[in-house]
């Protein structure tokens, strides 16, 4: 660590020099990554056209539990997609240094984990065709959406947060691309010169960027909480045992930040290796991850614990039944899993040896990813094959086209983000320079 | 003016103990709970946003930081008040008079106030010690004491304020789940606990902003406490009604949506029915409607009378708030019991904090000269503890100063 | 037009400027340098924010507005809750209010930068958006060489003449 705290850039040009270094022309190790993720996404979108062509039924779906791993992928990518906002717009408005390296990042991470979870709904919806029915506009069948419905919710809140977060990210990268555009030739220059919007840095430009992002990121900050409250109430606004539950949104906040947090560290890591940006993005930056993620942690511990006291307390015998259930029965395994990952894993931050480590970050990133992803299953799932008639309790697994999909998704994300990194400036540019100057004049 | 709390205090108890004697002793036990719930969460509170804002290592706040700690000083006497609950316990809780099938180990007397009393306890004793280890290092730096023991207890509160912080979260939830739900022992809300000690955090806060409104000018602040720190107080209260709105929203979106009897009954008769429905409205727009207006402006947030006079709307708020949520369980009434029985206990209660906090504040430096965050941003002070502690009128200046 | 390499001295050289009587059209500069304005007689904060509260309450009226009106137009009654439902509503007015306060907030902030620009500014350098600080200012001829000199004592690493049509010949 020791020989990155000698190399941190101290000017204004070095700092440009790191950054738009990593957009230098990829190796073939690289682009074969690419390839690689790009297989994995045809590879699940022909799947997905195959669940088109030939029903529902190719997936594992079926009575009782009609939200499979198509409902748990899309909550998981949701979720996915809070802590980037959290640490570029949340974290801005708390002044919280550490944030300037990784808010880039975090935020394509967002906006691209966004764009997935957006396709789950739609590929859980059976008859694709007809998903217009639930954008409001006057039709001839005299129908509107039932805005009651949280499903309608979810449309108006996942839409919002896509829109927001895209432009909150590209307005953020605005002066970054005027930087690359002026030290670019040719077709680039062109290209970068289009998504620059001719930005000139004027003082009468930076006046009303720097209002108007603090407007954003005070726009973006209650669609973290918002979005996944909405999305957790899809769950609590129902009746179901294990389901009906009024901490549901801030347990599901609290579990989004976490799962989030988690994939930062497991993208980030990799990626400031591969890029050279180590003197940027330092271990303390990721420190100061770890630590969150204990708190996030015991809030999502502390969840876990007070739905079984009050399943008890309430004295409904199905509610106790449920959870009972879910720690036992079938699904048991994955509930074990979630619970050590994802609030003993955590626990493991607290020892600053394993949090300064870069292979225990790691490690433990893609522990709490698994568990996380494991407690939306076993919420899910395990609620829906357990509910209150015996006769129609009924077990679900995922079947191959489902998986699939799954294993698509990932490779979308991974497609994304690897082009993220080598398009456009993983590290704001114009920020970290304005650490040098609040710093120490440069 | 010395007396002036003590007499306070001696107008609470009285009023308590008339009603007490009354004709409806529950009506008294009631207000009772009420204040305790309410003070509880801002004491509590108080030292937990030290325990914060140590934690996520926040400058801005350095100055506030003793104003915060203040509240340690009534914890003690919250816990006698809560032992002392147990005599009314017959009063407030049906559970006691009538066992809950399948309840009744838990929702029993001595082992609910003994888990209670142990839970204020350890919060008590964790913040004791949290505010102990930041005064004794404040009074070490002024005599010119040895850096490396000032910077121990720096270390020492680094590694207590997350204890306090569980502490809180844990234990202000099984404070609500036993004083406050209990009251009516067939209904559930798992986010009850959260909804109580977030809006806590809020009332502390805002506690925290008449008290900043009211010292910023004092000698022993030495003008640390200015616009930007107004501001950035302005800017947490804006954002903690959010979440407080947000967790009773929750809450409340979740039981009129399952239209599940055993939940709704709780709410409709707080919300919907006669007398209740009005004092719901106004904790409405006491407590999130009006601070969410007035907060959104930056002239008021930094104008110290101003941000004061909407944290005492909050707090207005709050109070009722907690009020709709203990008093309509709390036998059956058909007019909202706000007399000058109430007045007469909240006029008590305020009386001891005040006390309590006056108390404090003569004994210790007001500025966390010893706290590193405050030393990096303001640099260091020295000198005499209590020329640096300023004085509070009526107080002898002369004072001790320990060595 | 000055260019400097740190806005401590850009900052420095613009009392001196406007001493002699030059005044300042463009500050270039690669970071946000919105301390300066109020040296440049512009304020610290923008109209930006009177968009927002527009746009918000914009949202928040439409959303709920028009959900009023879906329910009113087909009546969806559910277990006998009222119509139109106020509960729900709180959801879709908020997710409202926020979508089109951003939007309203993203369109004023680039509709007051001049953006998109097609056409390059004058005295624009593309080393701006790296590490150099541009001071764009306007002058009478007979003030060129003090002004110059000004800029130089002040720490300009360069100084450029542009001539345009508005500066007086």
Redesign the interface.
């Known amino acids: 660590m020791k020989d990155w705290q000698a190399s941190t850039p101290k000017s204004y040009s070095e700092v440009q020099e790191v950054i738009l270094g990593a957009l230098s022309p990829p190796g073939r190790s690289y682009w074969g990554a690419v390839i690689l993720c790009l297989f994995g996404l045809l590879y699940g979108a022909s799947c997905w056209a195959y669940q088109i062509l030939t029903g529902m039924g190719v997936a594992g779906i079926n009575h009782p539990v009609n939200w499979g791993i198509y409902l748990v992928n899309f909550v998981f990518w949701v979720g996915i997609a809070h802590s980037g906002t959290l640490i570029s717009a949340i974290l801005y408005l708390l002044r919280a240094r550490w944030r300037t390296s990784i808010a880039r990042a975090a935020e394509a991470m967002t906006v691209f984990a966004v764009m997935i979870a957006g396709l789950f709904p739609f590929i859980h919806l059976g008859r694709v065709w007809i998903f217009y029915w639930i954008i409001p506009y006057p039709n001839q069948r005299d129908l509107w959406p039932n805005f009651q419905s949280p499903l309608v919710f979810d449309f108006l809140a996942i839409s919002t947060y896509l829109t927001v977060s895209s432009m909150f990210w590209y307005m953020g990268m605005l002066p970054d691309l005027a930087a690359l555009r002026d030290q670019s030739t040719g077709l680039k220059r062109r290209i970068y010169g289009i998504f620059s919007l001719g930005w000139q840095g004027t003082h009468i430009q930076w006046r009303h960027y720097g209002t108007a992002y603090l407007l954003f990121a005070a726009f973006a900050t209650p669609l973290v909480i918002s979005v996944h409250s909405v999305v957790s109430w899809d769950f609590a606004l129902s009746i179901v045992p294990g389901w009906h539950s009024t901490i549901f949104a801030p347990y599901f906040v609290a579990g989004a930040i976490h799962s989030g947090l988690a994939m930062v560290l497991t993208l980030l890591i990799p990626m400031r290796g591969l890029l050279g940006l180590q003197p940027l993005i330092n271990v303390g930056t990721l420190e100061s991850i770890a630590k969150t993620m204990v708190l996030t942690g015991l809030i999502v511990g502390y969840s876990y614990g007070v739905e079984y006291f009050m399943a008890w307390y309430s004295g409904n015998m199905f509610e106790w039944d449920t959870f009972i259930w879910r720690a036992f029965g079938h699904y048991a395994p994955q509930f074990w899993v979630m619970v050590v990952c994802n609030v003993a894993g955590p626990l493991l931050f607290l020892i600053k040896a394993i949090r300064t480590n870069l292979i225990w970050l790691f490690a433990v990133g893609i522990i709490v990813n698994i568990g996380m992803w494991y407690e939306r299953f076993v919420i899910i799932v395990g609620s829906m094959s357990h509910e209150y008639v015996p006769h129609a309790w009924g077990i679900y697994s995922p079947s191959w086209v489902e998986l699939s999909i799954m294993l698509g998704s990932f490779s979308m994300f991974l497609f994304l983000f690897l082009l993220f990194c080598k398009f456009v400036p993983p590290v704001s540019v114009f920020e970290m320079k304005e650490h040098l100057w609040t710093h120490g004049k440069a | 003016m010395k007396l002036l709390p003590l007499a306070g205090i001696v107008l609470g108890a009285a009023s308590f103990l008339l009603g007490i004697r009354g004709e409806d002793p529950s009506r008294a036990w009631g207000s009772y709970l009420v204040n305790l719930v309410f003070w509880m969460g801002i004491c509590m509170g108080s030292v937990t946003w030290v325990a914060i804002m140590n934690m ?1 290592n926040a400058s ?1 706040g350095r100055p506030l930081k003793r104003l915060a700690e203040a509240q340690v000083a009534t914890m003690p006497f919250l816990w006698i008040l809560v032992a002392l609950l147990y005599a009314g316990h017959r009063s407030l809780y049906i559970w006691s008079t009538h066992p ?4 009744e180990r ?1 929702l029993e007397a001595d082992f609910l106030f003994g888990r209670d009393l142990l839970v204020i306890g350890a919060m008590t004793l964790v913040s004791y010690f949290l505010v102990h280890q930041s005064v004794r290092a404040d009074e070490e730096k002024l005599l010119g004491g040895d850096e490396t023991s000032v910077r121990l207890r720096w270390r020492r509160q680094i590694l207590l304020s997350p204890v306090l912080g ?1 502490l809180y ?2 234990g202000m ?1 099984v404070l609500a ?1 036993d004083l406050i739900m209990s009251l009516d022992p ?1 209904w ?7 909804y109580y000690f977030m809006g806590g955090l809020y009332s502390a806060l805002a506690w925290l902003a008449v008290l900043s409104f009211l010292f910023h000018r004092r000698e022993g602040i030495q003008g640390k406490i200015d616009g930007s720190v107004f501001h950035d107080l302005g ?1 947490l209260l804006f954002a903690f009604c ?2 407080t709105g ?2 009773f ?12 009897p ?1 939940e709704t009954k709780y709410v409709i008769l707080r919300v919907k029915t006669e007398p209740w429905n009005s004092v719901a409205w106004v904790v409405l727009a006491g407590a999130f409607g009006i601070p969410f207006v007035a907060l959104l402006s930056r002239k008021l947030k930094m104008s110290p009378p101003l941000l004061g006079a909407t944290a005492l709307v909050v707090l207005g708020g709050m109070w009722l708030e907690r009020f709709l949520l203990v008093v309509p369980s709390v036998g059956a009434r058909g007019q909202i019991p706000l007399g000058w029985a109430e007045v007469g206990v909240a006029v008590g209660f305020l009386s001891l904090e005040i006390m309590c906090f006056g108390w404090f504040m003569e004994r210790v430096p007001w500025l966390p000269v010893g706290d590193p965050l405050f030393e990096k941003r303001w640099g260091s002070l020295s000198g005499d503890p209590l020329e640096v502690g300023g004085h509070l009128p009526g107080s002898n200046k002369g004072g001790k100063v320990r060595g | 037009m000055g260019i400097f390499t740190s806005l401590g001295q850009l900052e420095e050289a613009i009392p001196l400027i406007q001493r002699k009587g030059a005044k300042v059209r463009t500050v270039y500069s690669p970071i946000d340098c919105r301390e300066i304005l109020q040296k440049v007689g512009v304020r610290k904060t923008s109209p930006v924010r009177f968009a927002t509260l527009l746009g918000g309450l914009a949202g928040l009226s439409l959303g709920v507005g028009f959900a009023i009106y879906t329910f009113l137009e087909w009546k969806f009654v559910t277990s006998g809750k009222p119509t139109p439902p106020a509960v729900p509503l709180v959801v879709v007015g908020f997710e409202m209010t926020i979508l089109f306060g951003f939007l309203s907030t993203l369109l004023c902030m680039l509709f007051l930068c001049g953006l998109p620009r097609l056409r390059g500014s004058q005295g624009y350098d593309p080393r701006f958006s790296k590490d150099r600080f541009g001071l764009l200012l306007e002058c009478d001829r007979a003030q060129r060489e003090e002004i110059e000199i000004s800029l130089e004592q002040a720490g300009a690493e360069e100084v450029r003449v542009l001539r345009t049509r508005e500066t007086s010949q």
């Open positions: 996520t801005w809950v099938h399948g309840k838990w569980i979260g844990v939830s789940w067939h559930v809300s798992t986010l009850f606990g959260g800017k959010l979440v947000d967790f929203y929750s809450q409340f979106l979740v039981i009129w949506y399952g239209n599940i055993e």
